[in-house]
Nanobody
Framework: QVQLVESGGGLVQTGDSLRLSCAAS????????MAWWRQAPGKQREFVAA????????RYADSVKGRFTISRDNAKYTLYLQMTELTPEDTAVYYC??????????????????WGQGTQVTVSS
């Protein structure tokens, strides 16, 4: 089991950058595939990006490809999401999530057993 706490959200302007962090509670983090998801008001939670346990593989939603970068530091039990060229369409609550059983990157919501509380990202036009 792992507990996840996101941070780094805030209010930014179009074109700005922001880096989100997700601190995990323990060593189990190092063997888990991790992901970022987001949920805008009135919309379903959607996949943003995911990364394998050793950082060898990553995957992005088409809407963020080329603008967002997912990374992790297993020594610090921390997941990151570097976001650039932000637009109002990126406004959402961003969640980090852990895939307890994953051996490949999965993009379905049900594969992720552990979730953080979320951090709000608001991009003004």
């Amino acid at each position: 089991q792992v507990q996840l706490v996101e941070s780094g959200g805030g209010l930014v302007q179009t074109g700005d950058s922001l880096r989100l962090s997700c601190a995990a509670s323990g060593r189990a983090f190092t063997s888990m595939y991790m992901a970022w998801w987001r949920q805008a008001p009135g919309k379903q939670r959607e996949f943003v990006a995911a990364i394998s346990d050793g950082s060898m593989f990553s995957r992005y939603a088409d809407s963020v490809k080329g603008r967002f970068t997912i990374s992790r530091d297993n020594a610090k039990y921390t997941l990151y999401l570097q976001m650039t060229e932000l637009t109002p369409e990126d406004t959402a609550v961003y969640y980090c999530a852990a895939d307890r059983d994953g051996t490949y990157i999965r993009t379905d919501l049900s594969s992720y057993a552990f979730w953080g509380q979320g951090t709000q990202v608001t991009v003004s036009s």
